[in-house]
C-alpha cells in the first residue's frame, strides 16, 4: 500500500455519527426511502435509470439513440446520437421562465464590491460574446483557452465557447507563463481569453503579461488574444492579435445580441482540464456534453439538496474541476444562484468568507479541508462577529477531512444544524462518486460515505479482487462506467488506457489512483493517493513535474519530491536535491530560495517547495528505482523502519539518517526558540 497518512491512524478513534435532523431530512430532495428506492433502480435497471434522467433533465434538440455505447470499451460513449448545447441548458430554458430575472451569478470582491448578474443579462453577455468569438473566426471544435481571474466574465468565456461548440481550457490563474505555455503547446488554441490581471490578498497581480511571455517561445501560433479590462492598468496589446473585451462587446459588428445555439452530439468536448499525474506532463482531461452535464444537475439535486431559493457558494476556482461543475455547470443548469468570490479568505480580515455568508445570506457552501483548517487556527471570534444561519448545508472536497476540522466545520460553522457533505471525485469523474446524501444518510467525519445511485464503487486488492473484510485498505476502483467518465486524454487515447485501464484490464475497472477501506457499514474512508501524486491543498501536483522543474536549473543534478504531511495543507512538498559538481554550497539559504522562485516559475505558487534538503545522493534500489517511501519517511521525520535490503548504496543511507538527524535537531531548536 501507498502512503499512510496522519488521518488513518486516526481513523480507529472515530466512530462518531450524525445523523440529519428531522426537519432536514423531511425537506431533502431525497430522503431514506427514496435513496433506497434510487440504488435498487440502478442496481436493476442501469439503462432504463439513465435514460430516465437524461430525458428528464436535459433540454435535446434531438433525442439521443441509446443510453450507452459500449461497443469500444474503454471508450465509451453515453446518450449518443442526441444532440444538445450545454449553454442552452444553462441560460435559455430559464430566461423562458419565472428565472429570467433570478440571480445567476453574485460576484463579490475583497473590498466588497458586489455585481449580480440575472439569468437574463448572464444570456444576453453570452449570446453577445458567442458572437464576438464566431466573428474572430472560432468554429465548432476549435480549443479557447481561459486564462482568468474569478470574474463573472469567466463564466461568460466557458458558456460562449460552449455555445458555439469550441472547446474550452480553463487554465488555473495561478499557474506560470511556462505552465500556461505548455497548457497551449498541447490544445493548441486559436484564441486565449485573458484579462489585464486580477486581484488577490489586497494586490492587483497581472495575467495579461504572462499571457505575452507564455507566447513568446511559442511553437504554435495562437490567432486572438481577448482581454477583459479588470485591473484598469496600462498593458501592452500587440496590434491585430490583442483585443480589449469591452471594446467587442460594444461593437454591433461583433457582439450581436442573439446567438444561435450549435447543437452538438452528447459527446462533443465541452472542454479539456489539465490535471497532474504521475508522469511529468499534465494531462488534459476531456468531457463531454451531455453525460457531463447531466451528472452536474442531478448531483446538485441529491448531494447539494440545491432548491430554488438557495444562494450556492463553492469557492472553488473556475481553474479547477469543482468550479467547473459546482461553481458554472451544476448551478447554472439547475437554475441556482451561484456566489463567486475575487480573492483570498483572509483579507482585509480572517472574517470576510463569513461576512459574505451573512450579507449574501448564504444557503450552501462547499469548500476544502485545507481553507478550513486555515480559518480554524485563526480562531473563533472572526466567525462569532457573524451571523452564519442561513448556512443549511456544508460540503467538503479535495482530500480527507480530518475529524478535528470536520467537527469544527460542524459546530462553530454550521451550528449543529447544517449536515456536512465530504464528496469524494476527480477532474476524470466529473462530478460526485462518493458522499452520504445529507437528507438520507448519516455522515462519519473523515469518511465520505458510500457511491451515489448509478455509482459502483469497491475496494480490490492489487489483482482486483474485492476485499470484503471491513476496513482492509485496498485501490479504489470505479466497475462500471458513468455519464460523467472523461471521454479520453486529449491527443493521447494511449495514455488514457494505460493510466486509467490497463492495471485492471481483465475486469474492466476504472482504477482512480487513491487507496481506500471500506467499513462494516460500507462507508468508504479515503486513504490518498497510491501513485506519485501530491495533495497540496486539495490540488493534485505530480511530484515528476516538480522535479523536472527542479532538474532545469543549472545547479541542480537530481531531485526527488515527496510529501509530508501538513496541518493546514494536508501535504507540503519536500525536495530532496544533488546539487551538480562544482556548484558552490556556502550559499545554502539564497540556493534555497533561488530553487523555490525556480519552481514557482516554471508551475506556479502552488507547487513551490515547502522545504529543500540538499543531500549527496539519492536512495536507490539496484533497478535505480528512487527510494521515496524512504524519503517520506526523513522528510515527515519518522523512525526508518522499513525494509531497506533492496538499496543499491548502503552508506546513503547513513548519510540521511544523519542528515535527518541534522534536521530534527534544527526543528528543535527552532520550537523551542518559538516557544
Ligand atoms: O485523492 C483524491 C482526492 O483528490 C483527488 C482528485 O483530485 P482532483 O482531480 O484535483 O479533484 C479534486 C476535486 C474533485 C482524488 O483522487 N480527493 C478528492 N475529494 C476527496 C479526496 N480525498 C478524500 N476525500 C475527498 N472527499
Known amino acids: 500500500m501507498g502512503k499512510q497518512r496522519g488521518f488513518i491512524e486516526s481513523k480507529l478513534k472515530e466512530n462518531r455519527v450524525f445523523y440529519p435532523s428531522i426537519d432536514f431530512a423531511q425537506k431533502a430532495n431525497i430522503d431514506t426511502d427514496e435513496l433506497e428506492r434510487l440504488k435498487k433502480w440502478a442496481e436493476m435497471d442501469w439503462e432504463g435509470f439513465w435514460r430516465y434522467f437524461a430525458v428528464k433533465k436535459i433540454h435535446w434538440f434531438k433525442r439521443f439513440e441509446e443510453v450507452l455505447d459500449d461497443s469500444n470499451p474503454p471508450f465509451f460513449r453515453f446518450f449518443p446520437g442526441g444532440k444538445l448545447n450545454a ?33 437574463q443579462e448572464l444570456y444576453i453577455e453570452v449570446n453577445k460574446f458567442a458572437n464576438v468569438l464566431k466573428t474572430l473566426g472560432i468554429k465548432k471544435g476549435d480549443r479557447v483557452i481561459i486564462y482568468m481571474p474569478m470574474i463573472p466574465e469567466a463564466a461568460v468565456a466557458m458558456l460562449a465557447s460552449a455555445r458555439i461548440g469550441a472547446i474550452h481550457s480553463v487554465v488555473f490563474g495561478g499557474f506560470s507563463s511556462e505552465a500556461l505555455r505548455d497548457r497551449i503547446n498541447d490544445a493548441k488554441p486559436k484564441v486565449i481569453i485573458t484579462a489585464d490581471g486580477g486581484f488577490r490578498n489586497g494586490k492587483a497581480i497581472p495575467l495579461k503579461s504572462k499571457v505575452d511571455e507564455a507566447m513568446e517561445e511559442l511553437d504554435y501560433k495562437v490567432d486572438y488574444v481577448v482581454v477583459v479590462r479588470h485591473i484598469d492598468r496600462d498593458i501592452h496589446m500587440k496590434p491585430l492579435r490583442d483585443f480589449w473585451y469591452q471594446d467587442l ?12 445555439p450549435e447543437a452538438v452530439e452528447s459527446n462533443n468536448p465541452l472542454f479539456i482540464l489539465y490535471t497532474s499525474g504521475s508522469t511529468g506532463k499534465p494531462k488534459g482531461i476531456v468531457h463531454s456534453t451531455a453525460g457531463y452535464l447531466l ?18 457558494w463553492c469557492t472553488a476556482d473556475i481553474g479547477w474541476i469543482t468550479g467547473h461543475s459546482y461553481g458554472v455547470y451544476g448551478p447554472l443548469a439547475m437554475g441556482a444562484t451561484t456566489v463567486m468570490y475575487e480573492g483570498v479568505p483572509t483579507y482585509p480580515t480572517p472574517a470576510k468568507w463569513w ?101 459502483f ?96 536549473h543549472r545547479y541542480v543534478a537530481e531531485a526527488a519530491v515527496v510529501g509530508r504531511p501538513d496541518e493546514i495543507t494536508g501535504e507540503a512538498i519536500v525536495a530532496f536535491v544533488v546539487l551538480k559538481e562544482g556548484v558552490d554550497k556556502s550559499r545554502h539559504d539564497e540556493m534555497v530560495r533561488e530553487l523555490r522562485e525556480h519552481v514557482q516559475k516554471q508551475i506556479g505558487p502552488i507547487a513551490k517547495p515547502q522545504e529543500i534538503i540538499f543531500t549527496d545522493a539519492l536512495p536507490k534500489t539496484r533497478s535505480g528505482k528512487i527510494m521515496r ?13 522499513q525494509d531497506t535490503s533492496t538499496l543499491e548504496d548502503a552508506t546513503v543511507l547513513d548519510k540521511l539518517t544523519e542528515l535527518k538527524q541534522k534536521l530534527e535537531e534544527e526543528m528543535n531548536k527552532n520550537n523551542s526558540s518559538n516557544k
Not at 433570478?102 to 460576484?107: N, R
Not at 462587446?249 to 444561435?260: F, K, R, V
Not at 517511501?629 to 523502519?641: K, M, Y
Open 87 to 119: 449553454s442552452y441548458n444553462c441560460l435559455d430554458r430559464h430566461i423562458k421562465s419565472w428565472r429570467k430575472n433570478k440571480a445567476a451569478i453574485i460576484w463579490e470582491s475583497e473590498n466588497g464590491e458586489t455585481r449580480i448578474m440575472t439569468y
Open 249 to 260: 462587446m460594444s461593437d454591433p459588428d461583433y457582439a450581436q445580441i442573439y446567438c444561435h
Open 295 to 312: 451528472w452536474t444537475m442531478l448531483t446538485m439535486k441529491w448531494v447539494f439538496d440545491i432548491k430554488d431559493e438557495d444562494t450556492f
Open 355 to 455: 461576512e459574505l455568508v451573512e450579507k449574501h445570506s448564504i444557503n450552501i457552501l462547499y469548500t476544502a479541508p485545507t481553507a478550513i483548517r486555515a480559518l480554524m487556527r485563526l480562531g473563533n471570534e472572526w466567525v462569532l462577529k457573524h451571523n452564519l444561519t442561513s448556512l443549511r448545508l456544508l460540503g467538503s472536497v479535495g482530500e480527507p477531512i480530518n475529524p478535528e476540522a470536520w467537527m469544527w466545520y460542524y459546530t462553530t460553522i454550521g451550528n449543529e444544524r447544517a449536515p456536512i457533505v465530504d464528496t469524494w471525485w476527480q477532474t476524470e469523474t466529473g462530478g460526485h462518486m462518493i458522499t452520504t446524501l445529507p437528507g438520507a444518510q448519516a455522515a462519519k467525519p473523515g469518511s465520505a460515505g458510500t457511491p451515489l445511485p448509478g455509482i
Open 457 to 552: 464503487a469497491d475496494v480490490v486488492d492489487t489483482e482486483g479482487k474485492k476485499i470484503n473484510d471491513p476496513d482492509k485498505g485496498g485501490l479504489l476502483v470505479i466497475t462500471k462506467p458513468w455519464p460523467s467518465m472523461l471521454l479520453t486524454i486529449w491527443g493521447d487515447d494511449k495514455k488514457y488506457i494505460d493510466v486509467y485501464w490497463k492495471k485492471f484490464e481483465d475486469k474492466g475497472y476504472y482504477f482512480a489512483g487513491d487507496g481506500a477501506r471500506k467499513d462494516s457499514d460500507g462507508y468508504f474512508w479515503i486513504m490518498g493517493r497510491v501513485d506519485d501524486v501530491l495533495n497540496v491543498s486539495g490540488h493534485r501536483i505530480g511530484t515528476m513535474e516538480v522535479e523536472s522543474a527542479l532538474v532545469s
Open 629 to 641: 517511501r524512504l524519503l517520506r519517511d526523513i522528510a515527515a521525520g519518522r523512525q526508518i523502519n
